[in-house]
């Protein structure tokens, strides 16, 4: 069984360096075909992905937000770390993990942590 | 980017009623492995995204087979047969081809 969870802070201020924990159990990122993304929702908006990570350790970045982002990723931990740095209040939204079986299902994220809601105020 | 466009962006149905989503995007979605990688997710009120449907048509685990996709290139329909009250929520389609892009959602609501 797949699971992840999200951990981090749930206010942080304008300019700071957000950093957020995806934990998960049920899969090991050293399998061939196997990713972590990071995916992002303002309230009342649509979806939006930030950054992928694979087993090969390959990464993707959102075009537009690339300069903020870095992912990570701590195989004997299970856990996948992103980054954004210089945080605006137009960054407040919940932020979720995904799993991704790429040779399964294709470039999708078929399961999907329960989000973590981040604030950027002062 | 690929830009996703989805329509309608709200919808109302009578439980029981079909109901029918259309997702086009900016540019084909067929990989040259001969795959076409559209997806559609549904987002239940207060939930996690759920997948649905991956590459354009195949359920994912568990869903309902009153949920089916079609189409191809860079037009793709999701249907419901017979909506029920369970699935209301937010429907989103995201491409797979390049850097994941979603379409703006389509709300689906029960009269």
């Known amino acids: 069984q797949i699971t992840l969870k999200e951990s981090g802070p749930t206010l942080v201020k304008p300019t700071q360096t957000l950093t957020l924990t995806c934990s998960f159990s049920?899969?090991?990122?050293?399998?061939?075909?196997?990713?972590v993304g990071w995916i992002r929702q303002p309230p009342g908006k649509a979806l939006e992905c930030l950054a992928l990570i694979y087993w090969n350790d390959d990464k993707e970045y959102s075009p537009s937000l690339k300069s903020r982002l870095t992912i990570t990723k701590d195989t004997s931990k299970n856990q996948v770390v992103l980054t954004m740095t210089n945080m605006d209040p137009v960054d407040t939204a919940s932020y979720y993990c995904?799993?991704?079986?790429?040779?399964?299902?294709?470039?999708?994220?078929?399961?999907w942590g329960q989000g973590t809601l981040v604030t950027v105020s002062s | 980017d690929i830009v996703m466009t989805q329509t309608p962006l709200s919808l109302s149905v009578t439980p029981g009623q079909p109901a029918s989503i259309s997702c086009k995007s900016s540019?084909?979605?067929?990989?040259?492995?001969?795959?076409?990688?559209l997806f559609w997710y549904l987002q239940k009120p207060g939930q996690s995204p759920q997948l649905l449907i991956y590459?354009?048509?195949r359920r994912f685990s568990g869903v309902p087979d009153r949920f089916s996709g079609s189409g191809s290139g860079t037009d793709f329909t999701l249907q419901i047969s017979r909506v029920e009250a369970e699935d209301v929520g937010v429907y989103y389609c995201m491409q797979g081809i390049h850097f994941r892009t979603f379409g703006q959602g389509t709300k689906v609501e029960i009269k």
């Open positions: 049920g899969f090991s990122l050293s399998t061939t075909g196997m990713g």
């Open positions: 590459e354009v048509s």
């Open positions: 995904a799993h991704e079986s790429r040779y399964i299902y294709g470039p999708v994220f078929d399961y």
């Open positions: 540019q084909s979605l067929l990989f040259g492995d001969g795959k076409t990688y």
